[in-house]
């Protein structure tokens, strides 16, 4: 019964469909239906679409699991001597997946012809739209069209049947004067947050200022809201209360529906104006000069108002009967004076630098940001010209379609900037550091994230349509093909999920390994580096193979292009590989550990970190050494520290000819069994070692306790052997040449 009972559903939904897609294909055949009638019938094509689209992977483990089933019987012999428990069992499986197969395919041929209505509807409404902008209209400058505009536009505002009856009827002015009481209250109210609401919240605003503190920039942003919500919460007091004298039309009832609406426009324009360029220097996000800043708070006042009267004339022309030429002739104004006041905010911006901080910085902090005014400031300087000229041809759209998306793009991308700086300033009073701060990652990040949020809003401002975004997405949710897998968003976040879930237990577990059980073993710090490192790699492996089995990626129909793109990338990278295998090898064999004193490729230094790729060494010029670990592998090193610590020290001293050398030997010997960090066993040997040019050359041949002193004894023996020799009158030469002339008479003859 259920089963009947799904199968009449799906019928239903069928013969509906059948009946929506007849309809589309009709409108789209005459092409006559206005775009609201095609935009419904999309979106009803696209419901379907959408559940098509879900019907196509109904029972899809099943199929797949019927097809590895048949698979695994085996191919078909060719000739067809197959036992009958073989054929039987396929043709039972084959039947299976034909049942299975049939509702999928046919959701298959629905979701074609639904996605193919849809794109056809888009193309006509694509077409419809250039169409419309490249049109030549009425020019604005034709005398011939203003008598024509003027007519129309004062009977717009005639005051209509519907208006006159009201103040006629008395009982309307009856209930009228009974709500007088409150009516007047309520305006006074309203004219009292109109008038007073923003300098209040001006007051606390400056409070906030002069008090200063940690979390100020955040506490600012929200009181400065209230610069917006307290005049707006009048126009709605102000709003209802005309409403409630019951004496107006509508005309009227209309101009107050978007009453709020408008003052909602000119005090976001303000608000925008003071925080992108206020007169206090640390509020300010755009660092202009003062007079600069007092000149864009003045254009974009006027840009508001402005940007208010067109709407307010398009409001007025719908409400009554005009052309495209009274459309025309009273827009170009509105047009031109937006265009002037964007030219001139585009000018300043243009100019805009940003002062480096110090002499002969060459990335001076907010050069980026400057970089992208002083484009947007050409940007608008180009509209502003190009807008009106073409208004004025008669391509009043094509003009209104350029100039409108641009104000409202520098409108979002300027809020844009605000709510960045806002998160900024969250994030420096949640981690309780400076203003630094703001330039820090996760600011920028966000930042970044803001910009692509607006994406959907730049584009809904330069004519894409809601259901072009809609697509779109409708599109990535379906994700794309590659070979017989189809990869979906969803698949991606649940990979991201197990990964980073499995990731973060690899590293729990290796620092509990590292801090808790680890120390109480008698491993050195190498080994343990080692342990830790391994248990890394394994997990951060097992969670990207569980990842990707989690999210039911089949990249089997990707082994031949991984292969052939091993081949290019193993010619590539083999440097790469052979580093990496190399530091496997480091972690495994362990013949340097961190810490150790090591000497390679004419480095000497201490090992402080050993990588996949390379291995970080110290030198004692403070420098860090970068060495590819298949150096470490390949070539000679020398550890002076691996086992034990400790090392020789030779030190050479040379006394003059004519010294006692077994009362040189014993003075060497008594200083060097003085010294704390040298071994008695075994014993310090004293080396008569030559007889040199100059002296009489000595050796102290010492083992140190630990070889890392060894530039201190060295300091410490040469100051007792030169105490000790000046005490014991032991000279210690230097280098002396003696001239012999060997005919002394021929130089006496040439003196005289």
């Given at each position: 019964m259920a089963q009947d009972a799904d199968k009449t559903d799906i019928e239903a939904t069928f013969k509906a469909w059948e009946n929506v897609a007849e309809l589309a294909e009709t409108a789209i055949d005459r092409?006559?239906?206005?775009?609201?009638?095609?935009?419904?019938?999309?979106?009803?094509?696209?419901?379907?679409?959408?559940?098509?689209?879900?019907?196509?992977?109904?029972?899809?483990?099943?199929?797949?699991?019927?097809?590895?089933?048949?698979?695994?019987?085996?191919?078909?012999?060719?000739?067809?001597?197959?036992?009958?428990?073989i054929r039987a069992r396929r043709t039972e499986l084959d039947a299976q997946l034909e049942r299975l197969l049939e509702p999928v395919r046919v959701a298959e041929e629905a979701f074609r012809r639904a996605?193919?209505?849809?794109?056809?509807?888009?193309?006509?409404?694509?077409?419809?739209?250039?169409?419309?902008?490249?049109?030549?209209?009425?020019?604005?400058?034709?005398?011939?069209?203003?008598?024509?505009?003027?007519?129309?536009?004062?009977?717009?505002?005639?005051?209509?049947?519907?208006?006159?009856?009201?103040?006629?009827?008395?009982?309307?002015?009856?209930?009228?004067?009974?709500?007088?009481?409150?009516?007047?209250?309520?305006?006074?109210?309203?004219?009292?947050?109109?008038i007073r609401g923003r300098t209040w919240a001006g007051i606390w605003l400056n409070y906030l200022r002069e008090w200063g503190g940690r979390g100020t920039?955040?506490?600012?942003?929200?009181?400065?809201?209230?610069?917006?919500?307290?005049?707006?919460?009048?126009?709605?007091?102000?709003?209802?209360?005309?409403?409630?004298?019951?004496?107006?039309?509508e005309t009227m009832d209309l101009f107050l529906k978007f009453l709020p609406f408008f003052a909602f426009v000119l005090l976001w324009f303000r608000w925008l104006a003071e925080r992108l360029f206020s007169r206090f220097d640390d509020i300010a996000l755009i660092q202009l000069p003062p007079e600069k800043r007092r000149a864009q708070r003045l254009y974009v006042l006027l840009l508001s108002v402005f940007f208010v009267s067109t709407g307010v004339i398009e409001l007025l022309l719908e409400t009554g009967v005009s052309g495209p030429a009274t459309e025309a002739v009273l827009s170009f104004p509105f047009i031109v004076l937006i265009a002037l006041v964007l030219g001139g905010m585009g000018r300043i911006l243009r100019g805009y630098v940003v002062s480096t901080e110090q002499a002969g910085e060459e990335t001076p902090r907010g050069g980026g940001?400057?970089?992208?005014?002083?484009?947007?400031?050409?940007?608008?300087?180009?509209?502003?010209?190009?807008?009106?000229?073409?208004?004025?041809?008669?391509?009043?759209?094509?003009?209104?379609?350029?100039?409108?998306?641009?104000?409202?793009?520098?409108?979002?991308?300027?809020?844009?900037?605000?709510?960045?700086?806002?998160?900024?300033?969250?994030?420096?009073?949640?981690?309780?550091?400076?203003?630094?701060?703001?330039?820090?990652?996760?600011?920028?990040?966000?930042?970044?994230?803001?910009?692509l949020l607006s994406m959907p809003l730049l584009a809904l401002a330069w004519g894409a349509r809601v259901a072009d975004l809609t697509e779109l997405?409708?599109?990535?949710?379906?994700?794309?093909?590659?070979?017989?897998t189809r990869i979906s968003p969803g698949d991606f976040v649940t990979f991201a999920v197990i990964f980073v879930v499995g990731y973060s237990i690899t590293r729990l577990v290796q620092s509990t390994i590292r801090v808790n059980v680890l120390p109480k073993t008698k491993m050195d710090i190498g080994g343990q580096n080692a342990i830790v490192s391994g248990l890394g790699y394994i997990g951060i492996f097992l969670a990207a193979l569980l990842a990707v089995t989690g999210a039911g990626l089949d990249l089997s129909s990707l082994a031949i292009v991984a292969g052939a793109l091993s081949v290019g990338i193993g010619f590539g990278l083999q440097t790469i590989v052979s580093n990496f295998v190399s530091g496997i090898i480091l972690l495994i064999e362990r013949p340097i550990s961190e810490?150790?004193?090591?000497?390679?490729?004419?480095?000497?230094?201490?090992?402080?970190?050993?990588?996949?790729?390379?291995?970080?060494?110290?030198?004692?010029?403070?420098?860090?050494?970068?060495?590819?670990?298949?150096?470490?592998?390949?070539?000679t090193v020398t550890n002076y520290t691996?086992?034990?610590?400790?090392?020789?020290?030779?030190?050479?001293?040379?006394?003059?000819?004519?010294?006692?050398?077994?009362?040189?030997?014993?003075?060497?010997?008594?200083?060097?069994?003085?010294?704390?960090?040298?071994?008695?066993?075994?014993?310090?040997?004293?080396?008569?070692?030559?007889?040199?040019?100059?002296?009489?050359?000595?050796?102290?041949?010492?083992?140190?306790?630990?070889?890392?002193?060894?530039?201190?004894?060295?300091?410490?023996?040469?100051?007792?052997?030169?105490?000790?020799?000046?005490?014991?009158?032991?000279?210690?030469?230097?280098?002396?040449?003696?001239i012999w002339l060997r005919n002394p008479e021929a130089l006496k003859d040439a003196k005289s």
């Amino acid at each position: 019964m259920a089963q009947d009972a799904d199968k009449t559903d799906i019928e239903a939904t069928f013969k509906a469909w059948e009946n929506v897609a007849e309809l589309a294909e009709t409108a789209i055949d005459r092409n006559i239906a206005s775009n609201e009638r095609l935009e419904r019938l999309r979106a009803e094509v696209a419901v379907y679409r959408s559940d098509f689209s879900a019907a196509s992977q109904v029972n899809a483990e099943r199929i797949a699991t019927l097809r590895k089933q048949i698979e695994a019987l085996g191919p078909v012999p060719e000739n067809s001597e197959e036992s009958i428990e073989i054929r039987a069992r396929r043709t039972e499986l084959d039947a299976q997946l034909e049942r299975l197969l049939e509702p999928v395919r046919v959701a298959e041929e629905a979701f074609r012809r639904a996605d193919g209505l849809v794109r056809e509807i888009d193309a006509i409404i694509r077409d419809r739209q250039a169409r419309r902008l490249l049109s030549l209209g009425p020019s604005p400058l034709n005398p011939a069209n203003w008598p024509v505009a003027a007519d129309e536009f004062f009977n717009i505002l005639k005051p209509g049947s519907d208006e006159v009856a009201a103040f006629r009827d008395p009982d309307l002015r009856k209930a009228f004067q009974e709500k007088l009481p409150l009516i007047l209250l309520l305006i006074g109210i309203a004219l009292a947050l109109i008038i007073r609401g923003r300098t209040w919240a001006g007051i606390w605003l400056n409070y906030l200022r002069e008090w200063g503190g940690r979390g100020t920039g955040v506490w600012g942003f929200l009181v400065s809201l209230l610069r917006i919500f307290l005049p707006l919460t009048g126009f709605f007091i102000l709003t209802y209360a005309i409403r409630m004298t019951g004496m107006i039309g509508e005309t009227m009832d209309l101009f107050l529906k978007f009453l709020p609406f408008f003052a909602f426009v000119l005090l976001w324009f303000r608000w925008l104006a003071e925080r992108l360029f206020s007169r206090f220097d640390d509020i300010a996000l755009i660092q202009l000069p003062p007079e600069k800043r007092r000149a864009q708070r003045l254009y974009v006042l006027l840009l508001s108002v402005f940007f208010v009267s067109t709407g307010v004339i398009e409001l007025l022309l719908e409400t009554g009967v005009s052309g495209p030429a009274t459309e025309a002739v009273l827009s170009f104004p509105f047009i031109v004076l937006i265009a002037l006041v964007l030219g001139g905010m585009g000018r300043i911006l243009r100019g805009y630098v940003v002062s480096t901080e110090q002499a002969g910085e060459e990335t001076p902090r907010g050069g980026g940001l400057a970089r992208v005014l002083r484009g947007f400031g050409t940007a608008m300087m180009v509209v502003s010209v190009v807008s009106p000229i073409m208004a004025a041809i008669g391509y009043g759209e094509a003009g209104s379609a350029l100039l409108f998306p641009t104000v409202i793009s520098v409108l979002i991308l300027s809020f844009m900037l605000t709510l960045q700086r806002f998160f900024a300033d969250v994030y420096c009073l949640i981690t309780k550091q400076g203003p630094e701060a703001r330039e820090a990652l996760i600011p920028v990040i966000t930042g970044f994230v803001l910009v692509l949020l607006s994406m959907p809003l730049l584009a809904l401002a330069w004519g894409a349509r809601v259901a072009d975004l809609t697509e779109l997405w409708a599109n990535f949710s379906r994700g794309f093909e590659i070979g017989d897998t189809r990869i979906s968003p969803g698949d991606f976040v649940t990979f991201a999920v197990i990964f980073v879930v499995g990731y973060s237990i690899t590293r729990l577990v290796q620092s509990t390994i590292r801090v808790n059980v680890l120390p109480k073993t008698k491993m050195d710090i190498g080994g343990q580096n080692a342990i830790v490192s391994g248990l890394g790699y394994i997990g951060i492996f097992l969670a990207a193979l569980l990842a990707v089995t989690g999210a039911g990626l089949d990249l089997s129909s990707l082994a031949i292009v991984a292969g052939a793109l091993s081949v290019g990338i193993g010619f590539g990278l083999q440097t790469i590989v052979s580093n990496f295998v190399s530091g496997i090898i480091l972690l495994i064999e362990r013949p340097i550990s961190e810490g150790d004193w090591i000497e390679v490729g004419g480095q000497m230094g201490y090992v402080r970190d050993i990588s996949v790729r390379a291995t970080r060494i110290e030198t004692f010029d403070r420098t860090d050494v970068i060495v590819p670990n298949a150096d470490l592998v390949s070539g000679t090193v020398t550890n002076y520290t691996r086992g034990n610590k400790v090392g020789r020290l030779i030190v050479s001293v040379g006394v003059a000819y004519g010294t006692d050398t077994r009362r040189v030997e014993a003075i060497l010997k008594e200083i060097a069994n003085a010294q704390p960090m040298v071994l008695s066993k075994p014993e310090p040997m004293i080396l008569f070692n030559n007889f040199g040019a100059d002296s009489l050359e000595f050796e102290i041949r010492m083992i140190l306790r630990d070889v890392n002193w060894i530039m201190a004894v060295k300091n410490d023996i040469n100051h007792e052997i030169a105490e000790r020799f000046a005490k014991e009158d032991i000279e210690v030469p230097f280098a002396q040449r003696d001239i012999w002339l060997r005919n002394p008479e021929a130089l006496k003859d040439a003196k005289s």
